[in-house]
């Protein structure tokens, strides 16, 4: 018992006829081969997250789903292991997020000096307030602050030039200034001060 011979094509004035189409004729496709995929228009690929604006991270709780993608856009990581932290960290970014005991985000800093192993950080700041690091930039973009302070000195912490706080609309802007009173040092977005219930 051998396998069937497939047919042949047949021949009518010495020219082979085409062969009918049959279980292994080629199928149609751009290429014409039986290997073709079935789906001619793969999916568009996900595009990239666009840049997060961390004033957005205000009043959100780390647990929630968003939040940690907004995080995870960021580069920024629990600074605990495990379990809830109360800080979150993008060194490289010059970043860095406090959440209160019940994990809700109060407060955002951004390091412009380098310090306690922070990258400075780069890019736009938060409320309009441009890209130039320097108190006469934050006063142009921001126009005058609602509080100003003079330098201070802070025991075994040291010297720290004046500081400024603006009241925008969605939180407080607060710029603390290095010692030569213009470079920005760093910069702390904060919900705004609650009244409390009598």
């Not at 709780?61 to 920024?76: E, F, I, K, N, P």
């Not at 441009?130 to 330098?151: C, D, M, Q, Y």
């Amino acid at each position: 018992m051998g396998f069937p011979e497939p047919p042949r094509p047949e021949v009518g004035n010495g020219v082979p006829r085409p062969r009918q189409r049959g279980h292994y004729a080629a199928k149609p496709g751009p290429s014409g081969g039986s290997n073709d995929p079935l789906h001619l228009n793969p999916p568009a690929p996900r595009a990239a997250p666009g840049p997060v604006d961390l004033a957005d991270l205000l009043g959100r709780t780390v647990l929630a789903a968003r939040t940690q993608q907004m995080c995870r856009d960021s580069g920024l990581a629990p600074s605990t292991g495990s379990g809830l932290s109360r800080s979150y960290v993008a060194r490289e970014r010059g970043v860095e997020l406090a959440a209160d005991p019940q994990g809700t985000i109060v407060a955002v800093f951004l390091h412009f000096d380098g310090g306690d192993g922070f990258t400075p950080y780069h890019g736009e700041i938060p409320g309009g307030a441009g890209s130039i690091p320097r108190r006469a930039g934050l006063w142009a973009s921001l126009g005058r602050p609602h509080e100003s302070g003079g330098p201070f000195h802070v025991p075994h912490l040291g010297d720290y030039g004046p500081w400024d706080k603006w009241l925008l609309p969605r939180y407080v802007f607060n710029a603390q200034y290095a010692v030569d009173g213009e470079n920005l040092h760093r910069v702390t977005l904060s919900l705004p001060d609650r009244p409390r219930a009598a």
